[in-house]
């Protein structure tokens, strides 16, 4: 029996509702419209999403607005337009009401005020006459107005001669102040509002003014303005609350005015609602709590409507409870907070659940495959308001509960130690007052599965193979599929392929086959076995010996000018012990990294440290070790830190010492530079020493910078080829070092002697001169070559361009040049030395330029692959060089190489030798060289060489055609 495919998890499913009462989005905002405005509508906004899709209704004053009795009235989604406004239709408190399927909630109250303010009445007010030192107060009267606003008087505490505007009437003596003007005996203000409170004394001298909070402190964030008469307090909060006290002050008296400031707050929220579902015959209970100064009390609204208090309904401080819920209830209900500053409002959506029990599709059948001795899990989880009860049957009997078999709080059954008996078709039912339904569980119990992994513990080499086979003992009805592991992870078959394989050779059996085992491939590989009832597995150890690893991080302990004291920690023998150790530098120098020699030679594998020898001084090494033992050798450490051998005297001279060329009295040394790597310290440089040949004493020159590979010694007592022995040294910061050996030089034999003569210049062409010269070959100062100078007639001797030659040449083309000028020429030898003496200047002056007329009016006759050619003259200008005679090219179409033809006249006779399509072209030619070229004539060739008088064709060009003819008009002669 297969039971492939059973699903033995059992899982619950839950169903939401997408529908949801209205909420709001935005709600309307208090608006003062001006009465003189531009602008002829009022718009009060709302918006509320829901599902289904709200729709909207408007409250004045608490009374619905029949938007269809005024046509002023228009609703935009759910905002309402008021056109024409009017302060008396239209001034009020304003709500809206929005409502879909499951409720209505209702928005905060928003006032619509109307503003005006009307013009200062234009009556002269009468002079006011006082005495100096008197107080007066002059009023204002506002103009008409809406809201309400304040007409300030004028208050002066001390009237002085200066005020021009007010009549004066003898002298007032000085007198106690008088607070005249002050804030109220009790100011409110709203919580995080700003609070001005005024004191104004009448006195003379004028009253100062002075501030104190009774029993507290004045905040301070206050301000005093007005010369102390305005106490200013932002941002009040409730603690600034209190008795302030003002004092007016003169010398004359003192007095005072006491008055309460009283701190409200708006409600705020601290708890709102919630939505809520649930089950017909629950309880409900909602709080919500809000805070504020004075003390919010609370209202409940369902769907907008007060919410009255009934047999089921309960509502005391912000709490609401109903009993035993039902259909009835279900709706949108507010909470409404308010104090007599303001009012919030909450909304939450209660849902009554009924319905009856029901499952989800998936849970109405199952089967459940196990093995024995295991736990039974089945679960049942009806959908169903009230919460369904839950019975269980197996068979047509009910299941008796017992130590082994529990009906769980959730409804599900539990049955533990399975064994055969439990086999069998279990019943679920759920009921409740609306119906029931029920489900069905299969349940099988089967042999429990085994399994066996060899072999159990193995050691490879790497590189090797092995097999490892998984066997499994199952229940005969059951499939098995078997699952691989390495160190508790998945192997991945495919990344791995080139290491391991799968093979199912038998329905219980697997092999992991392991090709070319590697380090990594180490450890315990597991085996499971899978069957829709249970799941089994077990290990095996694989231990693979292979090359060591890298070992630790090296250590320089010592450094000297050509060792290095080195320390290493040990490297994993990787189940093979390490043999030896081998130890790599490598430095600038170096072709990549190279084995030194040590001290011992011979590292053995259980030593961690060694000396590097032979090192070069002053040389930057890195340092690495490499393990090996009887598998192979395995990787390197990591580098250790760069550093620097000790300086050291030089131990290696220069090589390749030489002579070279040079002036004359100058002796050239030249040698091969000592490389960095031996110059062993800082300060190198070379000792360079001399000495005529057969003297005895040396002369020696420094040479300080590391980079020199030539020293030049001039003494004009020195004659030309005077030999010299020489050798180069090395020195440094740390001594002298060796000497190379001893190479005889000869000194420089000086530059040219004599100029050269019979120099001649010969015009070519347009643009060619040739020059040439003799030498005298015994002169000294052998040439290694020559210098021509040349320069136009009208320019100085100091702009000559110059061409040189090597070796013995006695001529030489000038190209380039300018064709009819005049060029005058001088000849100088030269050589390592310098120059010699230039020759005598002569001149030469080049051919006037080619015609730049084609030849024209070209007429060609064709028998068989004979074509007569024939043109007019061309006539040069007067710049133009005359014409010579005339030359014709021609070549085979595709080919670059052109024949040519030159004649003096007119005309010419070309032979065709191939058959083909030719290209002839004709340019007069003169000693200036070859003028411009006439237009191409293409010319087709059948009969490749052979004459056929048959055949003739006629043709006349222009100079200015640009023509390509294909021939393939074959004419008779008679007819032409």
């Known amino acids: 029996m297969s039971l492939e495919g059973f699903e033995s998890i059992p899982f619950s499913v839950s169903i939401e509702s997408v529908d949801y009462g209205p909420v709001f989005v935005q709600e309307p905002d208090d608006i003062i419209f001006p009465t003189d405005s531009d602008e002829k509508k009022v718009a009060l906004n709302c918006e509320a999403r829901g599902n289904p899709v709200p729709n909207y209704r408007w409250l004045r004053n608490g009374t619905e607005i029949d938007l269809e009795s005024d046509y002023r009235y228009s609703l935009i989604e759910g905002n309402l337009i008021i056109s024409n406004p009017s302060e008396a239709k239209d001034a009020g408190h304003y709500q809206c009401l929005t409502t879909n399927s499951l409720g209505s909630i209702l928005s905060r109250e928003a006032i619509l005020q109307f503003a005006y303010l009307g013009n200062f009445s234009g009556r002269t007010r009468s002079a006011v006459s006082v005495r100096e030192g008197q ?76 501030w104190m909070k009774v029993n507290g402190y004045i905040p301070s964030k206050a301000r005093l303005r007005k010369s102390q008469g305005v106490l200013e307090i932002p941002n009040v909060q409730l603690d600034d609350a209190g008795i302030y006290e003002c004092r007016a002050e003169n010398s004359r008296g003192r007095n005072s005015f006491r008055g309460q400031l009283q701190v409200y707050n708006y409600p705020h929220w601290v708890e709102k609602l919630n939505d809520t579902h649930l089950d017909s015959g629950s309880p409900l209970r909602w709080e919500c709590k809000a805070t504020g100064k004075p003390r919010p009390t609370y209202r409940w609204l369902k769907n907008g409507v007060p919410l009255l208090a009934q047999n089921r309904v309960e509502m005391v401080n912000g709490v609401l409870m109903i009993h035993n819920v039902n259909q009835s209830d279900a709706g949108m209900y507010q909470c409404l907070a308010e104090n007599k500053y303001g009012s919030i409002y909450a909304s939450a959506e209660l849902k009554v659940l009924a319905s009856a029990p029901v499952f989800a599709p998936n849970q109405l059948k199952k089967t459940i495959v196990i093995t024995k001795g295991q736990e039974v899990l089945i679960e049942c989880k009806p959908q169903g308001s009230p919460k369904p009860r839950i019975s269980w049957k197996k068979g047509d009997k009910a299941v008796k509960e017992s130590k082994r078999i529990t009906i769980l709080p959730d409804g599900s059954l539990r049955i533990l130690n399975a064994t055969k008996l439990d086999e069998g078709k279990y019943i679920c039912q759920g009921e409740n007052v609306f119906g029931s339904a029920e489900i069905l569980a299969s349940v099988f119990v ?168 032979d090192l070069n001084p002053w040389v930057e090494y890195e340092f690495r070790v490499v393990a090996t033992n009887p598998i192979g050798t395995g990787d390197p450490s990591t580098p250790s830190r760069m550093i620097r051998t000790n300086e050291a005297v030089p131990k290696t001279a220069p090589a390749n010492v030489s002579g070279r060329s040079g002036r004359r009295h100058e002796l050239v040394i030249a040698w091969e530079p000592v490389s960095e790597e031996f110059q062993n310290g800082e300060g190198f440089g070379y000792i360079v020493a001399f000495r005529p040949n057969g003297t005895r004493g040396w002369k020696e020159k420094m040479v300080t910078s590391s980079d020199a590979s030539k020293f030049i010694y001039r003494d004009e007592s020195v ?64 040439p290694q070559g020559f210098e021509v100078g040349y320069w136009k007639d009208m320019e100085q001797e100091e702009a000559a361009e110059t061409v040189k030659t090597a070796g013995n040449e006695s001529s030489i083309i000038l190209t380039g040049l300018e064709g009819n000028t005049l060029y005058h020429l001088t000849v100088r030898a030269y050589n390592g030395a310098g120059y010699g003496p230039p020759s005598s200047e002569v001149r030469a002056a080049t051919k006037k330029s080619p015609p730049s007329q084609a030849p024209s009016n070209i007429m060609w006759e064709q028998q068989g692959s004979q074509v007569s050619l024939g043109w007019e003259p061309v006539r040069p200008l007067a710049n133009e060089s005359e014409v010579v005679g005339y030359k014709v090219f021609y070549r085979q179409e595709g080919h670059s190489n052109s024949q040519v033809i030159e004649t003096q006249k007119t005309q010419a006779v070309v032979l065709l030798p191939d058959v083909g399509v030719y290209i002839i072209e004709v340019r007069a030619f003169s000693e200036g060289g070859d003028g411009t070229a006439s237009s191409q004539i293409r010319v087709p060739s059948y009969s490749g060489g052979k004459i056929t008088s048959a055949q003739t064709s006629l043709h006349t060009f222009s100079s200015s055609s640009s023509v390509t003819l294909l021939l393939a008009l074959i004419v008779p002669s008679t007819s032409w």
């Open 135 to 210: 107080g007066v107060v002059l009023m204002c009267s506002p103009p008409p107005h809406s809201p309400g606003t304040v007409g300030f008087p004028l208050w002066i505490a001390s009237v002085l001669f200066d005020y021009m505007l007010i009549c004066l009437n003898g002298v007032m003596g000085e007198y106690e102040p008088k607070i005249e003007v002050h804030f109220p005996f009790m100011v409110t203000a709203a919580k995080g509002m700003t609070v001005k409170m005024e004191c104004f004394a009448l006195g003379n001298p004028v009253p100062t003014i002075s």
């Open 446 to 613: 089967k042999e429990p599965t085994r399994i066996e992994l060899t072999p159990k513990r193995t050691e490879l080499t790497v590189g090797e193979s092995i097999v490892l086979n998984c066997k499994a003992i199952h229940d005969a009805s059951l499939d098995v599929s078997f699952y691989w592991t390495l160190k508790g992870q998945p192997i991945d078959f495919e990344k791995e392929r080139g290491h391991f394989e799968s093979i199912r050779a038998q329905a219980s059996s697997a092999d992991l086959m392991i090709r070319n085992i590697l380090l990594m491939h180490a450890g315990r590989y597991g085996c499971r076995v899978q069957t829709t009832a249970d799941s089994v597995s077990d290990e095996a150890d694989l231990l693979v010996r292979g090359p060591p690893g890298p070992p630790g991080i090296v250590i320089v302990e010592e450094i000297t000018e050509s060792t290095a004291t080195l320390s290493w920690s040990p490297a994993a023998d990787n189940h093979s012990p390490i043999s030896s150790y081998n130890l790599q530098a490598r430095s600038p120098f170096s072709l990549g990294w190279q084995t030194v020699k040590t001290v011992p030679e011979v590292i053995t594998g259980d030593m961690e440290s060694a000396m590097a020898v």
């Open 719 to 782: 004659p030309p080829l005077t030999p010299f022995e020489v050798k180069v040294g090395v020195y440094n910061n740390k001594g002298d070092g060796p000497f190379s050996n001893i190479v005889v030089i000869c000194s420089a034999e000086g530059e040219p002697s004599a100029a050269p003569t019979d120099v001649k210049a010969t015009s070519l062409s347009v643009s060619e001169i040739l020059v040439a010269w003799k030498h005298i070959k015994e002169s000294p100062g052998r």
